[in-house]
């Protein structure tokens, strides 16, 4: 079976650090293209950033609000792919989803994780 | 970056009745490799997003065939023939061409009356 399963989310104090991984199975991960979406609460949806397979150069692209302070990374050997979080604000408070376009085109996200819990507060 | 827009923002349907939701585009999404990178998607309630329809108008496997999608260029529609109760939920559409960002609309919320 297909599966995106996304841990380590918590609650962290603002200017603080938050890792978060997404362990993937039921198919060749180190093909795929990645990508992190997240969701305020109440909110709509919000592209975060999107590393590529290494075969593809293993590049990473990022959106405006978390360039520089977020990071993207990938362990083909492990499956899982990574979102370190540093300099968190109360802003980055969502639900964090990895996903990927597996059976479609690449972009086209029809594989998501559940969803892990990032709060951000003092 | 591209700003989807989409219309209604909510919208309340009788089961069996029709649906429209519009999306459109800042710039074209049609790509030099003549395909139109828009997607569309369903949160259902407590629910990860789903991909319902990719580059316009192909249906992802599963997606009933009540969902359509359709258009061109910069303005975008999504159909459902005949709604059902288990259609409820937020719709999203999504560019995918001018990359990064990939972005969203901002949702369309849809409830059965």
């Known amino acids: 079976e297909v599966q995106l399963v996304e841990s380590g989310g918590g609650l962290v104090k603002p200017g603080g650090s938050l890792r978060l991984s997404c362990a993937a199975s039921?198919?060749?991960?180190?093909?795929?293209?990645m990508s992190w979406v997240r969701q305020a609460p109440g909110k709509g949806l919000e592209w975060v950033g999107r590393?590529?397979?290494?075969?593809?150069?293993?590049?990473?692209d990022y959106a405006a609000p978390v360039k520089g302070r977020f990071t993207i990374s990938r362990d083909d050997s492990k499956n899982t792919l990574y979102l370190q979080m540093n300099s968190l604000k109360t802003e980055d408070t969502a639900v964090y989803y990895c996903?990927?376009?597996?059976?479609?085109?690449?972009?086209?996200?029809?594989?998501w994780g559940q969803g892990t819990m990032v709060t951000v507060s003092s | 970056d591209i700003v989807m827009t989409q219309t209604p923002l909510s919208l309340s349907v009788t089961p069996g009745q029709p649906a429209s939701i519009s999306c459109k585009s800042s710039?074209?999404?049609?790509?030099?490799?003549?395909?139109?990178?828009l997607y569309w998607y369903l949160q259902k309630p407590g629910q990860s997003p789903q991909l319902l329809i990719y580059?316009?108008?192909s249906r992802f496997s599963g997606v009933p065939d009540r969902f359509s999608g359709s258009g061109s260029g910069t303005d975008f529609t999504l159909k459902i023939s005949r709604v059902e109760a288990e259609d409820v939920g937020v719709y999203y559409c999504?560019?995918?061409?001018?990359?990064?960002?990939?972005?969203f609309g901002q949702g369309t919320k849809l409830e059965i009356k």
């Open positions: 996903t990927t376009g597996l059976f479609t085109v690449p972009d086209a996200f029809d594989i």
């Open positions: 039921g198919f060749t991960f180190s093909n795929a293209w």
């Open positions: 590393i590529k397979s290494k075969t593809d150069g293993g590049t990473t």
């Open positions: 710039q074209s999404l049609l790509h030099s490799d003549g395909k139109t990178y």
């Open positions: 580059e316009v108008s």
């Open positions: 999504m560019q995918g061409i001018h990359l990064p960002p990939y972005t």
